[in-house]
């Protein structure tokens, strides 16, 4: 089933500031390494996806008792959804796309630490938009009861 359950959806709210600060972590720990070994370690997409999973979870605390907060989820998905495509397009194209008539690139370090660093950010990300979705079509039902009386 696509949708999570209430329970999934609590422990997600209730572990959001661990979420948040271990995207945070791991944003800030290439900053602290010494030069070779800080940029090689770097996973910007899985810090930036745990820090908004995290986000998500202090923006729809009070998921069944405010209504509308449907429409933040969709709109704050949405807005996500074309940052991290437009991101992992441009890292894509600097690493793998060649001008016509240029030879191949190899995979090196950097194209196989993208590589990894975008599967797992997808996949964290995909948890997201589960959680988004199920935020938003359970809240959309309350504030649709709620409109009714």
Not at 24 to 51: C, D, E, R, Y
Not at 100 to 115: E, I, Y
Not at 124 to 139: D, E, G, H, L, M
């Amino acid at each position: 089933m696509f949708l999570l359950t209430e329970a999934k959806v609590d422990r997600i709210i209730q572990n959001r500031k661990r979420f948040f600060f271990s995207g945070l972590l791991i944003f800030l720990v290439p900053l602290l390494l010494p030069q070779p070994w800080g940029i090689s370690v770097s996973a910007p997409f899985t810090s930036f996806m745990l820090m908004i999973f995290g986000v998500y979870g202090f923006a729809f605390r009070s998921w069944r008792s405010n209504p509308g907060l449907w429409m933040l989820a969709v709109l704050i998905t949405l807005a996500n959804s074309a940052c991290l495509l437009f991101y992992e397009y441009e890292q894509y194209k600097s690493l793998f796309v060649v001008e016509p008539g240029q030879p191949a690139r190899p995979l090196n370090w950097n194209g196989l630490k993208f590589v990894l660093d975008s599967t797992l950010a997808l996949l964290i990300y995909s948890r997201v938009v589960k959680f988004a979705a199920t935020v938003s079509i359970k809240n959309w039902k309350i504030t649709k009861e709620l409109k009714r009386k």
